[in-house]
């Protein structure tokens, strides 16, 4: 069991930053971030793999948004940039004992209880 906490959302200008944290109780081979606006349906965002630090990104936030990682700590970040209205949403750190896919949100078996974010224009 993994168990995450999220914090750092908030709310923001349209093209400002904001970084998210994720703390996690323990070792995951791959972790992401989703986010989910109302009405619509969970959206994978970014992922990384944990033992090589390769990461992926969904082509609606590459080149905006890093994710990152503390192994040291077990801590994750989202670095936004440049946010729009359109990041307006629920962000979901989430964690995956095994492969994973930023398409499948099932693949991940832990999830955190979410941080807003809005984005004003």
């Known amino acids: 069991q993994v168990q995450l906490v999220e914090s750092g959302g908030g709310s923001v200008q349209a093209g400002g930053s904001l970084r998210l944290s994720c703390a996690a109780s323990g070792y995951s081979y791959c972790m992401g971030w989703f986010r989910q606006a109302p009405g619509k349906e969970r959206e994978g965002v970014a992922s990384i793999y944990t033992n090589t630090a390769s990461t992926l990104y969904a082509a609606s936030v590459k080149g905006r948004f890093t994710i990152s990682q503390d192994k040291a700590k077990n801590m994750l970040y989202l670095q936004m940039d440049s946010l729009k209205p359109e990041d307006t949403a629920m962000y979901y750190c989430?964690?995956?004992?095994?492969?994973?896919?930023?398409?499948?949100?099932?693949?991940?078996?832990?999830w955190g209880q979410g941080t807003q974010v809005t984005v004003s224009s």
């Open positions: 989430a964690a995956a004992p095994f492969q994973c896919s930023l398409l499948v949100p099932s693949t991940y078996r832990y």
